[in-house]
């Protein structure tokens, strides 16, 4: 029931930064707790980072903690993805998630609504 667009990628440098957004509709975003996850060719779909359905609660993977922040402006039905000192190892397509349920979760398989992904490139 929700749609799922993301925007704000591209290409920089290691060190720099990037602010990802996700508009969504459809689905009654106040009460959707949503993700950011990242997949690089051959590799899983991995998480990233994700928020709860008010934004109290957030949960982020080790590798992007203390770099990346995620948040939401309801008003807008807008998530968005902060990341800061971006490294090469962080360059995949990143995809925002939508969860049927308020509650958090990290296992990709609990979100089932995806946007169709935006491209981060990070050069050394």
């Known amino acids: 029931q929700v749609q799922l667009v993301e925007s704000g990628g591209g290409l920089v440098q290691a060190g720099g930064s990037l602010r990802l957004s996700c508009a969504a509709s459809?689905?009654?975003?106040?009460?959707?707790?949503m993700g950011w996850f990242r997949q690089v060719p051959g590799k899983e779909r991995e998480f990233v980072a994700a928020?709860?359905?008010?934004?109290?609660?957030?949960n982020y993977a080790d590798s992007v903690k203390g770099r990346f922040f995620i948040s939401r402006n309801n008003a807008k039905t807008t998530l968005y993805l902060q990341m800061n000192n971006l490294k090469p190892e962080d360059t995949a397509v990143y995809y925002c998630a939508a969860r049927p349920s308020r509650v958090i979760r990290v296992a990709s398989g609990e979100y089932d609504a995806w946007g169709q992904g935006t491209q981060v490139t990070v050069s050394s």
């Open positions: 459809g689905r009654t975003f106040s009460s959707t707790a």
């Open positions: 928020i709860s359905a008010l934004g109290a609660l957030t």
